[in-house]
């Protein structure tokens, strides 16, 4: 059987406070009913939550500061004046405004930057044009690290097969050379994955400059 209790005695010098904790169930709504009809002031602000065992509390001050699901903030006639989000709930708020924010953000210097698109088509050809040209240069670096590496490889072999041996010092820029390489075939791959990050990207961005533009021709147009 449902019940309520009363756990806070009424006194002449304090304003009336009343504090419920109830099952679930409609005896809740029951209650709050009566409760509304108590002499309070126009301002009066009741505050509805659940704890973790499922019962419902309806007090005339919040929640302690401890309490991590949400609350109704109710008039005194039981009308819901606002939901106080629980800590998870504002913490997933928190984000996406976040992330609003960073939009918005990127949208004004998106707009500011460039003029026209034109400015924006242009800024992207001279990055990739930038990132090209370095690219370029890498390749040219790799022709020079090979022909070296060959003429190496080549005295090695001539002294293996005269059995001369090979020196610590050929062996020792035989393997300088070979890191070379590799470095710079890796700064070749980043390059190209920086040219094709940079495409991707210029390409939303012109896509979402172009619905800013139309949005505020809009606007103008409408106004």
Known sequence: MNKFY??????????????????????????????????????????????????????????????????????????????????????????????LAQKRQRDNALVEAFPTEYDLVSSRDKRVLHIDAS??????????????????????NYRIERKLGVSEALESDRLAVLRSIDSTNALIKSKLSERRMVVTQFDKDLIRYRELRAGAATASFAD
């Open 6 to 99: 009363q756990t806070k005695k009424l006194t002449a010098s304090k304003q009336p406070r009343i504090e419920l904790c109830l099952s679930r169930g409609a005896a809740a709504v029951i209650v709050f009913a009566g409760l509304a009809l108590i002499a309070t002031p126009a301002s009066a602000r009741w505050y509805k939550w659940v704890d973790e065992s499922g019962n419902i509390s309806y007090q005339d001050r919040p929640p302690p500061a401890n309490f991590e699901e949400s609350t109704q903030v109710l008039s005194k006639s039981g009308v819901t004046l606002q939901t106080i989000p629980s800590k998870q709930e504002q913490i997933e708020i928190d984000r996406r405004n976040k992330i």
């Open 135 to 156: 690219v370029a240069r890498m390749y040219d670096q790799l022709i020079i690290l090979n022909t070296r590496l060959g003429s190496i490889e080549t005295k090695i």
